[in-house]
Nanobody, 123 residues
Framework: QVQLVESGGGLVQAGGSLRLSCAASGRTFSSYTMGWFRQAPGKEREFVSRIVGSGANTLYGDSVKGRFTISRDNAKTTVYLQMSSLKPEDTAVYYC????????????????WGQGTQVTVSS
């Protein structure tokens, strides 16, 4: 069982930056693929990024590529999402997720989810 707690969300102006954190419980954190997803009101959940257990491979959604960076610190059992050049369309609840397998963009492949943190980007 893995428990995930996101933090770092908030209100930021367009063009600004935020760093989200996701603290995970469990002693096998380094074996999990970690992902970030987001969901805006009235829209489906969208893949943002994911990082494999070793941190050696990352994947990004097209809408955030070049602006967001995912990283992880296995010693601290934490995954991060550095968000830069934020746009109003980045406004959403951001969710951290964990998968025991080498997962990609599909949310159904992630077994564990956090409660989410709100990110609001004003124009």
């Amino acid at each position: 069982q893995v428990q995930l707690v996101e933090s770092g969300g908030g209100l930021v102006q367009a063009g600004g930056s935020l760093r989200l954190s996701c603290a995970a419980s469990g002693r096998t954190f380094s074996s999990y693929t970690m992902g970030w997803f987001r969901q805006a009101p009235g829209k489906e959940r969208e893949f943002v990024s994911r990082i494999v257990g070793s941190g050696a491979n990352t994947l990004y959604g097209d809408s955030v590529k070049g602006r967001f960076t995912i990283s992880r610190d296995n010693a601290k059992t934490t995954v991060y999402l550095q968000m830069s050049s934020l746009k109003p369309e980045d406004t959403a609840v951001y969710y951290c997720a964990a998968s025991r397998y080498l997962s990609g963009r599909q949310s159904a492949n992630y077994e564990y989810w956090g409660q989410g943190t709100q990110v609001t980007v004003s124009s």
